[in-house]
């Protein structure tokens, strides 16, 4: 039921009140311009992804979304106030993990969370359940009395990650939420994300490429302080120059070479790039082609030559090509110019 | 004034979370022991009174409130923690003043185990009880200066040597402003008006007022001005300088 209800409400409160409103803002840090003039916005429902190098200006542009920073031009609001002006008011719709989750180290999670509650003015029954919803939700039931100091980075993490949304903010700023976390807690804090997104805005950082195809529904990518892209991720990976393509893996070396020869001359396909020691060769798709590329043609083949075929894949495309074609070209030429 | 309670309430409990608060008090019982029977004198004075103890007061501040003051702020900035707090809904004020004031307690704490000594004056004679409760107030307002300075201080850097360091030496010139010391600095070429009105800072002077069990109002004031300036000043340099 929910996600329905999320579906229908979404694109409405999109239209009439952006959470987050970004105009122009820059931050010089003597003379090396960081974010050069950004402009976006967005609303409920979204969860934002904000791609780039080290260096782009991720942390910098969420640092002066939460006020921490303060711009030299430009504006930005959440929820209708002014991070300058109505900075008391913002913070209070903002739940905001720092780069690296700063903690007190000599603190144990519970006061910890017991503090944050006593700043967020929680009280009473809403307090209690709050807390122990928000310490099941991130597993930290074991080190509840245990010190900070002594958590392993993905338990400090997570004490981070209660610490941001436990007063279950509107607008959720996440800087690098799965750093240092293993593959389980990875899928788990994900999970998360994607479990709060239905009525909130969750603005994440990260150059995990695979994060973002897993919980985005947008994507930005920045390098030196510049909006580059600006899409879903899925409509990023169309433009890499593998989306459509077509992974043939063979069973063994026999006729690998008539396979890719084969492959090379049908009229949907580009150009082919064969890996021998993994019996692969991948068919990239001529730009321009129709929806399914080459796939149609090669599984034609496939049907007809008697090849010894062990799988055939399509690849939607990769984000991590387009990452880097679009953050090393543009990017490096733009700051030169 | 809920949020200050509770970052009041954060901080001090911090202090007793780590060895700081334990080996501090020690040092700071010990020291001032040391100081009133050895260097003071206490007993050879056979005075029912104690000056003894209080006029060391100023000297030990001014290396052991530096030391509490020198991790308010800088250690925040050292891990990134003022991050956290300064973008959680809590302004520059509350967040300045909720540190300060559990610093304060604490070096309340400290002050108030002294007790014993009070006990033995009162043991071995009959003293002015109002003096020294007088003393006590007047010893508390100075440990509340000293610790405006250093958190102020603190406050400009990240490294919490440093901030130990420069607050020893303000408080060093604030303690002796009224001595040829700090104003033969200025006597030379400055009008009498600003050379009288250094004098008239000195800590030293304020205290020794008060110590004598004589409590002015004009002492009063003095030094919950230099506390309001200091801790003013102390939020406009967070706000300058935090995410530097």
Redesign the interface.
Known sequence: MQPRTALATAPVLLLTEPMIEIDGLTKIYGQHTVVDRLSFSCGAGEVLGFLGPNGAGKSTTM?ML?????PNAGSASVCGHSIGDDA??A??H?G?L???A??????TPR?FLD??A????LAGEGRKSRLAEVTEQLHLGPVLDQ?IDTLSKGFKRRVGLA?AILHDPDVLILDEPTDGLDPNQKHEVRELIRSMSADKLIVISTHILEEVEAVCSRAIIIASGRILADDTPAKLAATSRYHNAVRVTLEDEAGFDAVRAAIERLPSVATTESDRSRLTVTAIARPGGNDVGPLRDISTLVADGNWNVASLQLEGGRLDEVFRQITTSTAYLGSEA | MSIVAALFRRELRSYFATPVAYVFIVIFLVLMGTFTFYLGGFYERGQADLSAFFNYHPWLYLFLVPAIAMRLWAEERKTGSVELLMTLPVTAWQAVLGKYLAAWAFTGIALALTFPVWVTVNYLGSPDNGAILAAYVGSFLMAGGFLAIGSCLSATTKNQVIAFVLTVVACFGFLLAGFPLVLDIFSAWAPQVIVDGIASLSFLTHFSNISKGVIDLRDLVYFSLVIAVFLYANTIVLQWKQAD
């Not at chain 1, 006593?118 to 003015?121: E, L, S, V």
């Open positions: 640092k939460t006020g921490f920073v303060t008391l008011e913070r209070k903002l905001y720092p780069e690296g700063p903690c007190y180290p000599e603190m006061t503090f944050i006593d700043i967020r003015g010190s610490q």
